[in-house]
């Protein structure tokens, strides 16, 4: 398993598509076929998702929102606790407006279950994200469009670091 550092140095274990891969990742990309297919099954679930990037095994969504699609991280817990500033808990009054660029995360009981930057803020709600979609593609769509599974959004962040 691969390690990529936060902000502080601080190590995060993941992993890549490779050859002989440790648990969640796959010993290789989608083909184009399954690439293909992937997508139709996420249109047929969420018809209402705007597709941005076709579907990849790469990366996850918390690679995505905090390493650059970089690979696949099952706890983003250093990195929102290096690299961000909480500005919403979604238990206590925000501290600020969000904005575009914002990080939301999903919590499902303890764990931080999907991440995704905010596209659009109206009247001081956060109305688009962009995220990626498990092994899936990545998406704009509504903060509560996202499978069941995710649960509810439970932190709003903000980087503090260049």
């Known amino acids: 398993m691969a390690t990529f550092r936060t ?7 993941h992993c890549h598509v490779e050859p002989h891969p440790e648990h969640p990742c796959r010993s290789r990309e989608w083909t184009s076929a399954e ?3 992937k997508q139709l099954e996420l249109a ?5 998702y705007i597709l941005v990037e076709l579907p990849s095994a790469k990366f996850n969504c918390h690679g995505f929102s905090f390493t650059g ?4 991280f099952c706890n983003p817990g250093p990195f929102i606790e290096d690299d961000f500033t909480i500005e919403d808990d979604f238990t ?4 600020s407006e969000p904005r ?4 939301l995360v999903y919590r499902n009981g303890t764990d931080f279950s999907h991440s995704g930057f905010v596209e659009e803020v109206s009247h001081g709600k956060i109305t688009l994200l962009r995220s990626k979609m498990g092994r899936s593609s990545t998406v704009l769509h509504k903060p509560a469009d996202v499978d069941k599974s ?3 959004p439970a932190l709003r962040l903000r980087r503090n670091v260049p």
Request: proline share 10%; no cysteine.
């Open 92 to 95: 206590n009054p925000p501290l």
């Open 44 to 48: 047929v679930l969420f018809p209402q």
């Open 150 to 152: 995710y649960g509810q």
């Open 35 to 37: 690439k293909e297919q």
């Open 7 to 13: 902000s502080l140095g601080r190590a995060v274990r």
């Open 69 to 72: 699609s970089h690979g696949w």
């Open 100 to 103: 575009k660029g914002d990080l």
